[in-house]
Structure formats: structure tokens, C-alpha cells
């Protein structure tokens, strides 16, 4: 028997809201989502898309538009600044035809909005939700000026890793957040960064550089590429008082091919600062609400998941509630996404000092572990998946 259909509110329009909001829509359930912006505003660098988030855009029937966009990666590839290799992983080792895919924010925005827009979900920009409560087992919610909406079965938690409604669930949640993150730059890719790559140069554990091609914008133009640059949350400001080509110069020290996209940023105001969550809670679920995404469980881009978790979240969600009624589904949500969650949080921990911390002394021991375990099958098995966001999924590829 079907479950009853709910009134459903979401809040956040990043990533996992507007995925789950067109599939619960599809489902036949009342949805309502929040976002407090006041339109479509996707802001972001690159990002790559893993088999595991391509598996849910088709299930959302925007994988091809959006692969359109992409610039088709193979492969990662992580040099030591002495030009030596320390892993080089590729997708094909997965499965035939198995690719990542260099992305912009904005253009999977886009695409999910128009996914929501024919789905005809009620999308309700310029509300930023501060608190909700309970009246007769239903929530009520309230935006910070002073706006009320009732009468939701369901209340969905998707506002990012900064969320403020997460502590609704009861169950306790706290974004330790890293002391490190990146600078990061969005500029033309003069074809000195291959468009099939994900290209990392480091040296030792506190400079790390990454190059991430990202195919083309919404309206077409040039090839793009990201770049990403390790630094110390407490340095920002400091690099930002100093001269932008003394921060250039360190980039160039030990990338000196990237001396061309570095020419394109003349100032400060062009280089953005992200800062990494670590977010923990003991379970993603209370009566009538569940936290998905970055808001359940933010973490360091280290493994490059944070988007595909959260649409591997919403995926998750709508069929738990396709099969279940209210209470039933979300327990079988906690239980189906817990092992790859657990994974992907305990994984990017472990990996993060080992890239991006003051630990210097890890830097020859990296050096020795990437040799060896990309020499053993098993182990550069393991690592593939988990780049591709394969493990715990019951997956074992792309399912393109
Ligand atoms: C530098 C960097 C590189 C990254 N690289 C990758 C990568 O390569 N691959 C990858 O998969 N992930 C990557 N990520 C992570 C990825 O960006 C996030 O994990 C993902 O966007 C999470 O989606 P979300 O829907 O949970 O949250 P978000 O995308 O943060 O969306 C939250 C939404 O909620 C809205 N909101 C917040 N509060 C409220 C409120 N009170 N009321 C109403 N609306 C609200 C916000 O405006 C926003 O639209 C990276 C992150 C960083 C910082």
C-alpha cells in the first residue's frame, strides 16, 4: 500500500533541497520550499561530480543537460612539487566508461530549478527560515522577518553547513569546522590544464595546489578551470594585507605552469576564501524531521564528495518514503545512509592532516604509504571507489 502523501517543508535551496524537493514532488507529497535568498544564486567554485551524484541527476532526468556543461575527467592526479608522482587514480579502474565531471555551481543549480520548476514545487525565495515549532504534531515555521507558514507533516533541514535549524532534530550536532580551507579563483582554461584532469601539486603538508577544468558556463564562452590553494583559516587575513603577487609567487613556486591562469587575477577581490566544516551528529533524524547534506554532515573537500552526498541524501530520502509511512522511513533513511556517511566522514578526517595541516613531519610518510598502497590492487581499488563516491552505496559503478 502507498504511504499517505504529506505536507513537506524544505529549507535550502543548494544542493539536496531542490533534489529532494522534485522527487517527494514526483512522489505525490505537498512541498514547500524555503530559501533565503532572493533568487537563483549559486556561489562556489568548481566542483567535481562523481559517478555516485550522475547515478541521481538521471534519476531527476537532468544528467544529460547537465554533462553538457562538464569538462569529462578521468583521472586524479597528485604530483609531489618534485615533479614525482604520489597517486594517480582513474575512473576507468572502476568500471568501463566511468568518469568524473569538472562542474560550475550555477550550472546544477540551474538545472535542478528547472527540475522544480516543472515539477511545479512551491519555491519560496527570500525566506530565511530562524526557527520552527510544533502545533498538534505539525510544524509551523518563521522566517527572520516576522512570516509564518503552517501545517507540515515533515520538516526538511538542508540549510548547509552553517545551519541553524539543525538542532530541531534533538540530537545533538556541531560543526568543529577545520582550521584550514582554500583560496580558491575561477578563470580560462588556456589549455595548459588538461580538460580530462583533476591535477594537485603539493609540498609538504601545508602548500597544496589543485586545478580542476570545469567545462563551460551556462552561457557557453570559454573552457574554465578552478584553482584551489591551501591556507591556514587564522592566514587570511594577513595574505590579504600583503601584495596579491607575493600569494601568485608561492603558487608558482611549486606550479610554474600555472603562470598563465595566475596572470588573470590582478587583485584581492578576485581570490575567495572557503572555510571547511566538520559537521557531527549522532543521528540525522527526530520525530517528524530529518538534516540532509551539508547540514547533517559537512566535511572537508579533500575526497570531493560533498555534493554527491547530498544528492545520494535526497535520492535516499524519497525512497524510504515511497516505501514508508512517516516514522518507519526515516529510521530506514538513518540505517541506509549511515555506512556511507560514517565512510566518507572518517575517511576525510583521516586524509585531511595528511594534505592540509602543520604536521610536516607526515609529509615523507605520505610519500612512502601513496607509493606502496597504489602499488596494490586492492588498495587503489578501495581508493577509486572512494573518490567516486562508491563506497556504501551498494554500487559498484556508475550505473550510466
Ligand atoms: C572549496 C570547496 C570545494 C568543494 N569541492 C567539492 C567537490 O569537488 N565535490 C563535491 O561534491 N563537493 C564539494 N564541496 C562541497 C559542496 O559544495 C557542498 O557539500 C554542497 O554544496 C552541500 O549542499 P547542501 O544542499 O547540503 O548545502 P548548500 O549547498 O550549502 O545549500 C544550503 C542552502 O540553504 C540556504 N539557507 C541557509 N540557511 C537558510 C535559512 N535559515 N533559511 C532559508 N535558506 C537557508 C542557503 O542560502 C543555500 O542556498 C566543496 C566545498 C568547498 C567549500
Known amino acids: 500500500m502507498k504511504p499517505p502523501s504529506l505536507r513537506i517543508a524544505i529549507v535550502g535551496c543548494g544542493t539536496a533541497g531542490p533534489a529532494a524537493a522534485v522527487l517527494l514532488k514526483r512522489l505525490g507529497h505537498e512541498v514547500v520550499l524555503f530559501e533565503r535568498a532572493d533568487e537563483c544564486k549559486a556561489v562556489g567554485a568548481g566542483f567535481l561530480l562523481q559517478p555516485s551524484g550522475m547515478v541521481v541527476l538521471k534519476e531527476l532526468g537532468i ?13 586524479l ?9 604520489l597517486l594517480d587514480l582513474r ?5 568501463k566508461g566511468s568518469f568524473g565531471a569538472g562542474l560550475h555551481r550555477p550550472v546544477l543549480l540551474h538545472h535542478l530549478i528547472a527540475a522544480m520548476n516543472e515539477a511545479e514545487v512551491d519555491v519560496r525565495w527570500g525566506w530565511e527560515i530562524e526557527d520552527a515549532s510544533k502545533s498538534d504534531g505539525r510544524w509551523i515555521l518563521k522566517s527572520t522577518d516576522g512570516n509564518k507558514c503552517s501545517g507540515f507533516d515533515l520538516l526538511i533541514v538542508a540549510d548547509g553547513a552553517r545551519s541553524k535549524l539543525r538542532d530541531l532534530a534533538g540530537t545533538g550536532g556541531v560543526n568543529r569546522g577545520y582550521p584550514w580551507g582554500a583560496h580558491w579563483f575561477i578563470g580560462k582554461n588556456d589549455g595548459v590544464f588538461p580538460e580530462n584532469e583533476l591535477y594537485q601539486v603539493v609540498h609538504g603538508t601545508r602548500r597544496l595546489g589543485g586545478f580542476l577544468a570545469t567545462g563551460r558556463d551556462l552561457d557557453g564562452g ?5 584553482l584551489f590553494w591551501s591556507i591556514k583559516i587564522g592566514d ?3 595574505w590579504r594585507a600583503r601584495p596579491i603577487e607575493e600569494w601568485k609567487r608561492q603558487i608558482l613556486d611549486i606550479c610554474p605552469k600555472s603562470a598563465g591562469l595566475l596572470d588573470q587575477i590582478t587583485g584581492w577581490d578576485q581570490v575567495l576564501t572557503a572555510r571547511y566544516g566538520d559537521v557531527r551528529m549522532r543521528r540525522w533524524y527526530g520525530e517528524g524531521i530529518v538534516v540532509l547534506g551539508d547540514a547533517a554532515h559537512a566535511m572537508s573537500p579533500q575526497l570531493g564528495q560533498g555534493v554527491n552526498l547530498a544528492l545520494a541524501d535526497a535520492s535516499c530520502l524519497a525512497d524510504c518514503l515511497a516505501r514508508h509511512p512517516l516514522p518507519e522511513a526515516l529510521v530506514l533513511y538513518q540505517r541506509r545512509r549511515r555506512l ?10 583521516w586524509l585531511t592532516p595528511w594534505f592540509q595541516s602543520d604536521h610536516e613531519w607526515l609529509s615523507p610518510i605520505r610519500r612512502v604509504f601513496f607509493g606502496i598502497s597504489r602499488r596494490i590492487p586492492l588498495a587503489r581499488l578501495l581508493m577509486t571507489l572512494s573518490m567516486a563516491g562508491l563506497v556504501g552505496t551498494g554500487r559498484c559503478s556508475s550505473e550510466k
Open 222 to 226: 570559454d573552457p574554465l578551470v578552478s
Open 340 to 349: 556511507a556517511l560514517r565512510y566518507y566522514q572518517f575517511a576525510t578526517r
Open 63 to 75: 544528467l544529460d543537460e547537465v554533462l553538457a556543461h562538464a569538462a569529462k575527467v578521468d583521472r
Open 91 to 95: 575512473y576507468g579502474e572502476i568500471g
Open 77 to 85: 592526479h597528485v604530483l609531489d612539487s618534485t615533479g614525482d608522482t
Open 236 to 238: 587570511d587575513a594577513a
